[in-house]
């Protein structure tokens, strides 16, 4: 029980840490520096088949735009066709084609089952920690950063050995409806050019693991706090 208690605290962690950077966009603007998506997106958009002028954009149009798909893929896919920008004609124009639209619907409808299955699992765990409570038993913290970590070590290397990009493109394929289109060229897609897809994605991995890792070691030492302690005691 006490190894099922710890991947459900990691899974919740994941699913807290995930809540928490999309209320900041995922970092996009740090990441915009770091990756030099400026320079990427001037590069690209004047290449772009469907759309034209997104280069003219300022910083402040990109960071908004992204913000924008960040938040209707968290409520359904709302709003995704209203997202515009202006070119240097004063022009009106919608940043996504429909194959783009019909994607972050379908990663809009993954969201919501991840939530509805993250809830589920948080109903497991906080029974299960009931229950670890009353027998006043919870795993050491050595021990438990020991096994968590060769397990996300041996997955490193996994992924090392089989590919990223591979595992990525595979897990698309498993996801997704077949007859949706899921890869985009820069030359066809304003949302892959301004996410640098998929080094943007990268980056949000490394942080979502980071403050994952973090709350789950707050998680850890808080069940090990004295105070704790003297409540398992006095049951």
């Not at 194959?99 to 939530?115: G, P, Q, R, T, W």
């Not at 595992?167 to 030359?187: C, V």
Request: net charge positive; proline share 3%.
């Amino acid at each position: 029980m006490q190894i099922l208690w710890l991947w459900l605290t990691l899974t919740l962690a994941f699913y807290v840490s995930w809540i928490t950077l999309s209320k900041v966009d995922f970092l996009y603007g740090t990441w915009y520096e770091v990756g030099d998506f400026e320079t990427h997106i001037n590069h690209y958009a004047p290449q772009n088949r469907f759309r034209h002028g997104f280069e003219q954009t300022d910083k402040t149009t990109r960071l908004a735009l992204f913000g924008g798909i960040v938040e209707a893929i968290h409520h359904q896919g709302n709003g995704l066709k209203q997202l515009h920008y202006t070119d240097a004609k004063n022009r009106t124009i919608p940043l996504l084609h429909q194959s783009e639209v019909v994607h972050l619907k379908d990663v809009a409808n993954l969201i919501d089952f991840l939530s509805s299955l993250g809830w589920g699992l948080a109903l497991a765990w906080l029974i299960i920690t009931a229950i670890l409570l009353s027998k006043r038993h919870f795993p050491n913290i050595k021990t438990s950063l020991l096994q968590i970590g060769l397990t996300l070590m041996a997955i490193g290397l996994l992924i090392a050995a089989v590919g990223a990009k591979e595992i990525f493109y595979q897990l698309h394929i498993w996801i997704f409806p077949a007859d949706h289109r899921w890869f985009f060229y820069y030359q066809d897609s304003l949302m892959s050019t301004l996410m640098k897809a998929p080094d943007l994605f990268a980056y949000i991995a490394a942080s979502l693991t980071a403050l994952s890792l973090l709350c789950f070691m707050l998680v850890l030492m808080f069940f090990h706090l004295p105070i704790i302690k003297n409540v398992k005691k006095l049951r």
